[in-house]
């Protein structure tokens, strides 16, 4: 009896492996924003001012995976253009956000942002992902602040899919973005 | 959600009892087939984690969609308890790369004390299939070995101690299986009160009680791995059974304190050890 049920758990266990492997095993992972991946709705800050959000920087030091999914690779896909439509979310927050190429400086608050950290990992049933971003805030009187903002989410594993480990990163940037605002109404009720 | 929870509990209940060998011993007459190894040493994690421990109610009550739910929320308290303390740490060591530390002592060390002549070091973040392992050695020559080696490192749940475990297996031409594989366990000494004061101990300093003991983690593994391998290190082990020291971490049973095992070597210290299924202790007793 054992035995039988030890091969019918393997073959489903290889089963459901196997259909991993046919989802695209090795290529880069589509790295969509999700603005609805957030354990928080957000809400309008007291002191919302013009912002300009450069493009993010990628300068994590791995820049090749997000972790893996049982023994398949998450091979990254564009981290930097991920986080950078991530950080235009800050809209949803109350902060009006400067179209790239604005050159009349309308921005209260420049934000220069680099990627240092965005990997996924797994307890059990659960899906973890963690984010850390380095800002550079500058003020139009040309003084600059840094900070470093680290968030993670979470996930339960439903399908045992690569996609459901970008949507941890994207509730760990959601959640990221929470503390940024946190900080930018401080800025901006400063320069108001 | 149900192939999560088939794949999980195939993982955590099922395959327990059906499992391959964790420890497959080299034996003489594979070890004289070997002239030349080539290594690929896997890292996954890009920092240092604390990993809660799993919640098995969904085991102990064989399975159920009720029971997962309640694993995975348990889960998520108890990781979501361990980050916040860990951010006393992160905050001090945001940029530090284990890899860069570890590889470059792998690849020294490989070259200069592994038993068989090391021609090639891949280092990767990347982890392999199974059927690519087993693809890829089909193309060995006669002489040569692959040795796969893959390392995690994390705190204990109680963030105390620093673990390094690197899981290792070394391929033949053609083989189905290993002719080598086992686990390396090194385990630091307790390092605080626990908890937040523990993530901070470690910060302290620019983070030297965390880099003193990564460094001398990746020493004992690498220790561990040349000694497993060694002609005669079974028969020349010292066969002396002891109970050393273990930090089973915050949620371990009041039994889980110790490690039984047989005494393999001594350095300086600490004391390598042959655990029960096979696999070797780094511990300091």
């Known amino acids: 009896m054992k035995k039988i049920t030890c091969i019918a758990l393997m073959f489903a266990a290889l089963a459901a492996r196997s259909a991993l492997a046919a989802e695209g095993e090795r290529q880069p992972l589509s790295m969509t924003y999700d603005p609805v ?123 045992g899919a690569d996609a459901e480990y970008v949507t941890t990163l994207n509730y760990a940037l959601n959640n990221l973005l929470r503390k940024v605002a946190v900080d930018l109404d401080k800025q901006c009720g400063l320069t108001a | 959600m149900l192939k999560g929870i088939i794949i999980m509990m195939a993982l955590a209940i099922g395959l327990a009892g059906c499992a391959a060998p964790q420890y497959i011993p080299l ?118 070995a692959d040795l796969f080696m893959s390392t995690d490192y994390y705190l204990s749940t109680d963030l105390r101690s620093l673990n390094i475990i690197t899981a290792c297996s070394l391929w033949t031409k053609g083989a189905q299986e290993p002719v080598y594989k086992n686990s390396l366990k090194y385990q630091s000494a307790a390092l605080g009160s626990g908890g937040e004061q523990s993530a901070k101990a470690w910060a302290a300093d620019g983070g030297k009680p965390f880099f003193d003991k990564l460094k001398e983690g990746i020493d004992e593994t690498l220790a561990m791995l040349s000694i497993d391998v060694k002609n005669n290190v079974t028969a020349t082990a010292k066969t002396d059974k002891m109970d050393v020291k273990f930090n089973f971490g915050e949620n371990a049973s009041a039994k889980q304190k110790a490690v039984n095992g047989t005494l393999v070597d001594k350095r300086g210290e600490r004391v390598i050890i042959r655990g029960a299924s096979g696999s070797l202790y780094s511990l300091l007793p």
């Open chain 1, 37 to 159: 991946a957030a354990d928080i709705r957000p809400v309008p800050v007291a002191h919302a001012c013009m912002l300009k959000v450069l493009p993010v920087a990628d300068e994590r030091l791995n820049k090749d995976t997000l972790g893996v999914n049982l023994t398949n690779p998450l091979i990254s896909g564009d981290a930097a253009g991920w986080a950078t439509a991530g950080l235009q979310n800050l809209s949803d927050f109350g902060f009006r956000i400067e179209k790239t190429g604005t050159t009349d400086g309308q921005a209260r608050i420049t934000l220069a942002p680099k990627i240092i950290r965005a990997y996924t990992w797994q307890v059990g049933m659960k899906l973890f992902g963690t984010v850390v971003i380095k800002m550079d805030y500058a003020r139009p009187d040309g003084k600059i602040e840094s900070k470093t903002y680290r968030a993670s989410g979470d996930k339960t594993n439903m399908w």
């Open chain 2, 27 to 144: 034996s003489q007459e594979n070890a004289k087939k070997i002239q030349t190894v080539n290594v690929r040493s896997l890292v996954v994690q890009d920092e240092v984690l604390a990993k809660a421990d799993p919640s098995t109610v969904s085991a102990a009550l064989g399975g159920g969609l009720i029971p997962a739910l309640i694993d995975a929320s348990v889960t998520n308290a108890r990781q979501a308890r361990l980050q916040t303390a860990m951010d006393a740490m992160y905050e001090s060591l945001e940029d530090y790369d284990f890899r860069t530390i570890y590889w470059s002592e792998l690849t020294r060390q490989l070259h200069e004390q592994y038993p068989f002549k090391v021609i090639n070091v891949v280092t990767t973040a990347r982890s392999m299939p199974a059927k690519d392992v087993l693809q890829q050695v089909q193309n060995l020559k006669d002489g040569e």
